[in-house]
């Protein structure tokens, strides 16, 4: 078992950055994959970056690419997603999530932590 915590979120403004932890613990292993997702009020979780064990590949949404870096340091446990330029439109709750494979579904992940909100405002 792999337990989750995010932490990081708040209100921040459009234009601003804000960025996120999420602490791993229980069965840690730098062959997990690392995702973020997002789920906004009223719609369906999208898919925002996932990162490989050895943060040599990355993926990330066209929505959020350019403005969000997603990046791991092994030796805390700890993942993060730096966003940068927010928009109203980046407003959800993000989730970390964690699997042994390298995938974008954003329902495809074994591990989930308890969400953090986000909310920028214009």
């Known amino acids: 078992q792999v337990q989750l915590v995010e932490s990081g979120g708040g209100l921040v403004q459009a234009g601003g950055s804000r960025r996120l932890s999420c602490a791993a613990s229980?069965?840690?292993?730098?062959?997990?994959?690392m995702g973020w997702l997002r789920q906004a009020p009223g719609k369906e979780r999208e898919f925002v970056a996932v990162?490989?064990?050895?943060?040599?590949?990355?993926y990330y949404a066209d929505s959020v690419k350019g403005r969000f870096t997603i990046s791991r340091d092994n030796a805390k446990n700890t993942v993060y997603l730096q966003m940068n330029s927010l928009k109203p439109e980046d407003t959800a709750v993000y989730s970390c999530?964690?699997?042994?494979?390298?995938?974008?579904?954003?329902?495809?992940?074994?591990?989930w932590g308890q969400g953090t909100q986000v909310t920028v405002s214009s």
């Open positions: 229980g069965r840690t292993s730098n062959s997990y994959v």
């Open positions: 990162l490989s064990g050895t943060s040599l590949s990355t």
């Open positions: 999530a964690a699997d042994l494979r390298f995938t974008s579904s954003a329902n495809g992940y074994d591990y």
